[in-house]
């Protein structure tokens, strides 16, 4: 079994297929030091606790995580906090920054024999109809190389050898919401006990807090605005304004330690199996941060991957890899819904459903009024409250 990519599912799926006796092989085109420092999500679901603890792999989680349940919303009409932690399904988020998960997962897949070829950038995957498919890599001492196995796993992202190689008869359904956001991560204490979403004129910001000295940030920005084009002292200003700080109260102002651009696209490749070649992870679909699914979205695929393929390997029920796409498709749609609903939330400038794919999929759609609607329907309406809750932190 080859696996491309040392993400959440890559190595999630390692962990997973070592232990249950599959011989495997985690490749990935970074070094070691990139892989357990890359930034990323930092908000990880209940169900994402619950799989992770299944497994004996939440140990760092629940030594330096720390549970979260309230949402503020602000606008200039006032504002409201939701403690979706008490409301739905009372479950409540786990902050934790995927780079230290990552690098758990990591630590305890090298710590139990794991294999993984780190430098090692897999090219394209050949014969993935096949029994016996192939991935050509580039080595990390240059050379050309390559593997073979049963089966590849592409848990490498949307713009990874997996996704390159697809065969006919995948369909990527595409979508561009037509929102961007300038990602923001300070070395500054958070100025909010919840997670802040403020609609403004001006555009969204948002406050997620990391750490107790590091805080992620968001500022809806122009398409094609360029990471650097504000200073640190522009970039808080703006901020404050967004986040109506005037009002509220002053940010606890920081350095500045990663920016970067978003821009808001959602896709899903169908089916996610494709003869031999499985997809996981960003690699099967792509989600907006609005509604902070992607690493938990992850995690759940790497799972139902694994059980599949080690009922195929292990226990000789190749029907379970049949199943795989439709359940795991299942709930990349349930995320998918809610994540659009939260961008026409919250941005005044998103693109409308149109003729799409996901439009279907739009259970409450929202024009800019019924944005405002929702809003309050959000503040007053317990049935509404639950029901977001449900999804928010659901995947």
């Given at each position: 079994m080859v696996i491309l990519g040392a993400g959440p599912a890559g190595l999630l799926l390692g962990n997973l297929l070592h232990r249950n006796g599959v011989d495997c092989v985690v490749l990935e085109r970074a070094d070691r030091t990139r892989v357990e420092t890359r930034a990323r999500a930092g908000f990880l679901a209940a169900n994402t606790v619950r799989i992770l603890d299944r497994h004996g792999l939440a140990g760092g989680l629940h030594r330096h995580g720390r549970p979260h349940g309230v949402c503020e919303f602000r606008t200039a009409g006032g504002r409201f906090r939701l403690d979706y932690g008490s409301l739905g399904r009372g479950e409540r988020h786990t902050v934790y920054p995927q780079q230290d998960l990552v690098t758990d997962l990591l630590t305890h897949y090298l710590g139990a024999g794991g294999r993984i070829g780190f430098e090692t950038e897999a090219l394209a995957v050949?014969?993935?109809?096949?029994?016996?498919?192939?991935?050509?890599?580039?080595?990390?001492?240059?050379?050309?190389?390559?593997?073979?196995?049963?089966?590849?796993?592409?848990?490498?992202?949307?713009?990874?050898?997996?996704?390159?190689?697809?065969?006919?008869?995948?369909?990527?359904?595409?979508?561009?919401?037509?929102?961007?956001?300038?990602?923001?991560?300070?070395?500054?204490?958070?100025s909010l006990d919840a997670v802040g979403y403020a609609v403004h004129e001006r555009g969204f910001a948002g406050h997620m807090a990391r750490t107790p000295e590091v805080t992620r940030y968001y500022l809806e920005c122009e398409r094609g605005t360029a990471a650097g084009a504000r200073s640190d002292e522009q970039i808080w200003d703006e901020l404050e304004t967004r986040l109506y700080a005037a009002e509220y109260g002053a940010l606890t102002r920081g350095r500045i330690l990663h920016r970067g651009v978003v821009d808001f696209e959602s896709d899903v490749i169908e089916p996610l199996r494709h003869g031999s070649l499985l997809l996981a992870g960003d690699a099967a679909s792509l989600i907006s941060p609005a509604a902070a699914k992607g690493a938990n979205l992850a995690v759940l695929e790497a799972e139902l991957l694994a059980q599949a393929l080690t009922a195929d390997l292990v226990h000789g029920d190749p029907g379970a890899l049949e199943r795989y796409s439709e359940r795991a498709l299942a709930h990349?749609?349930?995320?998918?819904?809610?994540?659009?609903?939260m961008i026409r939330l919250l941005h005044r400038t998103a693109a409308p459903g149109g003729e799409s794919f996901f439009h279907e999929f739009l259970r409450y759609p929202l024009d800019e009024s019924a944005a405002d609607e929702a809003l309050e329907a959000l503040r007053t309406s317990r049935t509404r409250q639950d029901w977001f809750a449900t999804y928010y932190v659901g995947v």
């Open positions: 050949h014969d993935a109809g096949t029994t016996r498919p192939s991935v050509a890599v580039r080595e990390a001492d240059g050379r050309p190389g390559e593997w073979r196995a049963r089966y590849v796993a592409g848990c490498d992202g949307r713009h990874g050898a997996a996704r390159r190689s697809l065969p006919r008869g995948a369909v990527r359904h595409h979508r561009d919401h037509g929102v961007s956001w300038l990602g923001l991560l300070a070395e500054a204490p958070p990349i749609r349930r995320a998918q819904r809610f994540s659009h609903w």
